[in-house]
């Protein structure tokens, strides 16, 4: 709190205020993105689930704490269709330019539980304070050490300075030995050019065994990036940027239809500063398939107050710049690219913690953003608890929602036993929209206006309607049927 407090106090916080939009309800915006990732069928994707898992930043095998069964309780009781699978680098790429087709193998396994399901899977080359082996007590040198996580031992350099244990994490961040690690893989240092590329390459190795699976539609390039000596604009706008584009030119001399997400450095940025990340170009024919993925943690909640008193008051505010933050980089600098919140979350039994997952979900269907909330990973943070019990997530997350859509969103709506869909057609999508609904609001047979049900499943609760072969603009209405 301390250090993305002083970074923001001298990151240009104000800048922030300058672009805080007019006065409305708290964080509202107005702006909702018009491009999507869109299915094989061409159906655009509202994407809503969790990173899964934080336990796998430090396994040994490189996979999560999360089973199969897991998955079908989490499918059962809240309807998700999307996950963000957290991959490691120090997995891909044990040895210098030697990838480990066996850990591919275990998260192609993975990805099959979700495809049995019908989920689509976005792949996190996850990184926190960059490395298990920023620590002499790295595990066997293989970067699953106890700290950090992400890159290899082999890429890890920090000339001997020193780390020192700290209380907070996040103050990791900032020890001389892990700011020269960073300092060394953006080449700031000038002595490993090497590493970026190598980063790079391994992108590719991963969208080699990925390009054929309909399943993973996107690549999320790095986890909150930070620049070491390097912050906000000389960041983000020079190495970071060069990064991504660099991965997004590998990824396509493999793979020419998965979406690449690029998002901003995380310290100033998941709290609402303005991003200062550059345009990304995607040399594929077609649409650009180029997506934002910026992550959400206001500051006051951290505070303790939870989502209440001046601790809301400021959250809002946060909320307010993220907001205006998002839509210039995903509209100005991207050219109009789908937007997924890779990453929110907060302790759910914080006071106005229901309010605020609402606030955030809200704001979300507004802007068309897709949502993998953080994480699944067992505690008063995720959906349940160790021993099983159930957060306020579960209820929160099992709402009516479309899931894919034969067309543009331009708005939708749910209560617990109603949900409205307005969508622009697009004749060359011929398979239906597909709908979630949840069955204490959905019982049994349902009424739907605007548009012909092609098929109701109550055990996977999808309905699918098509609409009239002749209509533009579709408002579809599905209600309990009388
Ligand atoms: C100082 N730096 C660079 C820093 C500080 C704090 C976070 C953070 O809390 N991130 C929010 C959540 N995201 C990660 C996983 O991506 C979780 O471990 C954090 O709770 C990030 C970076």
Redesign the pocket.
Known sequence: LV??GS?IAGGGIAAAQSSVPPSGSAGSSDWTSTSYLTDKDGRSLILRGF?TA?SAKSAPDGMPAFTEADLDREHAAMGTNFVRFLISWRSVEPEPGKYDQAYLDRVEQRVGWYAERGYKVMLDM????YSGAIMADDTAGTGAGPIGNGAPAWATFTDGLPVEKQDQ???Y??QPGVMRAFDNFWNTTGKHPELVEHYVNAWRAVAERFAANETVVAYDLM??P?GGSLQFGAFEAGPLTDLYQRSTNAIRTVDQDSWVCVAP???GV?QGIPSALGKITDPRAGEQRIAYCP?L?PLPL?LGDGYSGVSKTLTDATMQTWLASIEQVATDVLGGAPVILG?F?LDTTLPGAQEYLDRVYTAAREMGAGVSY??SDPGTWGPYLADGTPTILVNTMNKAYPRAVAGTPLSWSSSVDRLELTYRTDPAVTAPTEIYLPAAGFPGDVAVQGADVVGWDQDSRLLTVRSAADAAEVTVTVTPAA
């Open positions: 250090l993305a970074l990173n934080s996850h990184q926190d304070v994490w996040e103050l961040y900032i986890n909150e930070w450095q995380a310290v998941n992550h943690y951290d990453e979350g953080w994480s």
